[in-house]
Nanobody, 120 residues
């Protein structure tokens, strides 16, 4: 099965930057969408950003202009560059990939999660 391994989380002061990486390995795959989600304590997991196989990007409103999602197809890796971080960005961040398994169903793959903590 596909495995997604995340790296790049940590502790940063408000206004600082972090870059998260997600590397896919383990099997042959072709993803339709690659993205990043986050979950803060007591909150639902939410989509932060994603990028399609065609290169289209989508961002949650609160991160527009601050976060950038990108991918490196040769390395089967995608990234989330986070700038101007705010305490509200504190959460566990999960990378995600979606792969079609049939005409009607899609498989989801998830990274292990990485903690991002932004101090005031």
């Amino acid at each position: 099965q596909v495995q997604l391994v995340e790296s790049g989380g940590g502790l940063v002061q408000a206004g600082g930057s972090l870059t998260l990486s997600c590397a896919a390995s383990g099997s042959i795959f072709r993803f339709n969408v690659m993205g990043w989600y986050r979950q803060a304590p007591g909150k639902q997991r939410e989509l932060v950003a994603d990028i399609t196989s065609g290169g289209s990007t989508n961002y949650e409103d609160s991160v527009k202009g601050r976060f950038t999602i990108s991918r490196d197809n040769a390395k089967n890796t995608w990234y989330l560059q986070m700038n101007s971080l705010k305490p509200e960005d504190t959460a566990v961040y999960y990378c995600n990939a979606k792969e079609p398994t049939s005409a009607f169903l899609t498989s989801d793959y998830w990274g292990q999660g990485t903690q991002v903590t932004v101090s005031s």
